[in-house]
Every structure is written in structure tokens, then in C-alpha cells.
């Protein structure tokens, strides 16, 4: 009696385990872990591709300065986090394009990271937080 208590208490606490773990999902064939940086990456080059956004930009601590990122450094203008709750929360830094509605462009980026995001990894975003610390102009 105490063994196969024992067994169905360690059975439900691996479960249940499993499913609190951050960025974990747990499936009928195992579990599967999705790192941040995995998303961070994904994340920026939809973000790119967003009407209005020029890039990500990274701030200079030192002396406040921002900066264009390239394609290859996407995700140091991008932080992700996950919740309590196994949640996304995305934090963009981006450099807009002059002229350009900044809130249809947010709106833009929210609603097309979130849905492919989403999609991409099956687990849900929390919240989007977008950073404008720039404006360039386009030729």
C-alpha cells in the first residue's frame, strides 16, 4: 500500500513539475523546452518585417546613445521573459520610420508578433511591451 502511494505521489509531482517549469510543455511524447533566446530571434525578424519598423535598437548604457542593429543582432533589442504562469512577455526596443503613425505601428507589431509567436511555439503571450527610441528617416 505505502509503495503505490508513493508511486502515484511522485507520478503527479512529476507532472505537475513539468507543466510549472518555465517554458516547458508537456506532451504525450515528452516535454519540450523553448528557450527565450529561441523566441527572441523569431520575435525580432517579424518585427522587422512590420510596416514602419527600420530595426531593433540597442541603448548604450555609458552614454545613452541608441543604435541600429543589424540583422545578426536582432535579439539584443529584444527581451524575453517567461511568467509564473508558462507566459510570454516581450519586450521590443525598436527605431520607427519618420513620418509613420508610432500607435498603428505599435498596434501593427503587437498583433502580428503575438499571433505568430503564438503560433510558432504554441504557448501564449502575456503582454508586449514596445520601447521607441528612435526615428530614422527611409530613402
Avoid at 61 to 69: R, T
Wanted: one cysteine or more; a negative charge; hydrophobic letters at 40%.
Amino acid at each position: 500500500m505505502y509503495v503505490k502511494y508513493v508511486k502515484m505521489y511522485v507520478d503527479n509531482f512529476i507532472k505537475s513539475e513539468d507543466y510549472n517549469m518555465k517554458g516547458n510543455m508537456t506532451t504525450e511524447l515528452g516535454v519540450i523546452t523553448i528557450e527565450p533566446e529561441v523566441v527572441a530571434q523569431y520575435a525580432g525578424t517579424v518585427a522587422v518585417e512590420c510596416f514602419g519598423i527600420v530595426g531593433m535598437a540597442a541603448v548604450s548604457m555609458k552614454d545613452g546613445l541608441v543604435k541600429l542593429l543589424k540583422k545578426e543582432s536582432l535579439t539584443h533589442g529584444i527581451k524575453v521573459e517567461i511568467s509564473k504562469d508558462n507566459k510570454f512577455i516581450i519586450d521590443f526596443h525598436v527605431i520607427v520610420s519618420y513620418g509613420v503613425n508610432i500607435s498603428t505601428v505599435s498596434e501593427n507589431l503587437v498583433s502580428n508578433v503575438k499571433y505568430k509567436v503564438e503560433e510558432f511555439t504554441s504557448m501564449e503571450v502575456e503582454k508586449i511591451n514596445i520601447y521607441v527610441e528612435g526615428v530614422r528617416v527611409i530613402d
